[in-house]
């Protein structure tokens, strides 16, 4: 059972142009939703993160856009660069502590932003 | 970066021998976890823990066992490795309920069982 589903599985977007890449969750405990980026070679790095009292944050060209009632989440990355080009991984978490604080991700997409 | 040591960062293994990876951390978090990384799978949870001798399974965990004596130290076991677990191996660390609530990855173990 898949409780965060990713798409796309990959992505190519031209330089100055918007990345979206959308996930939905099954789980109406998760409380915590973060977007992790991973480079080759590299462990998963926290992008940004949004709690669902919100509907949207935004972090410099990083937008997370949160729509509860539909239980789908999404990142937008504006004026992408090729030094964006990488993989994007969302996830979701619960608050209520013990088994319910492990990270459940969705499968990754992978961007590439042409120069 | 958050302190995280993951060792090794790659090994090669034979079918059937035993293999542990071992994760470090010098930032004192409660939570630690173990992922796989695999193609068209993204991240999957192997185990985790929230204390010291206090474990769980997490959705891939047939084959894997770990321990954790220390609050600083996650070992993973693989008892007998067989050619399904080459992967790589991502553990991570975390303090839910604090400011700390972020999680945060080692750089990984490649571990290839031939």
């Known amino acids: 059972q898949q409780q965060v589903k990713q798409s796309p599985q990959s992505l190519i977007v031209q330089k100055g142009g918007i990345s979206i890449i959308n996930c939905a969750y099954e789980?109406?405990?998760?409380?915590?939703f973060p977007w992790y980026q991973q480079f080759p070679g590299k462990g998963p790095a926290l992008l940004i993160a949004i709690r669902p009292d919100v509907s949207e944050k935004k972090e410099g060209r990083f937008t997370i856009s949160f729509n509860k009632s539909a239980k789908q989440f999404s990142l937008h990355i504006m004026d992408s660069q090729p030094g964006d080009s990488a993989t994007y991984f969302c996830a979701a978490r619960g608050n209520s502590g013990g088994s319910n604080y492990k990270l459940t991700f969705g499968k990754g997409t992978l961007l590439t932003v042409n120069p | 970066d958050a302190g995280i040591t993951q060792s090794p960062r790659h090994k090669v293994t034979e079918t059937g021998t035993p293999v542990t990876l071992r994760c470090h951390q010098t930032?004192?978090?409660?939570?630690m976890y173990w992922y796989r990384q695999d193609p068209g799978h993204g991240l999957r949870l192997i185990h985790y823990?929230?204390?010291?001798?206090?474990?769980d399974k997490g959705e891939v965990s047939d084959g894997y066992s770990v321990s954790r004596s220390k609050t600083e130290d996650f070992l993973l076991t693989l008892e007998s490795a067989t050619s399904s677990q080459t992967s790589v191996y991502f553990c991570?660390?975390?303090?839910?309920?604090?400011?700390?609530?972020?999680?945060?990855f080692g750089q990984g173990t490649r571990l290839t069982v031939v």
């Open positions: 991570a660390i975390s303090d839910p309920g604090t400011v700390n609530t972020e999680a945060f």
């Open positions: 789980n109406t405990a998760f409380d915590y």
């Open positions: 823990s929230y204390g010291v001798k206090d474990t």
């Open positions: 930032e004192n978090h409660r939570y």
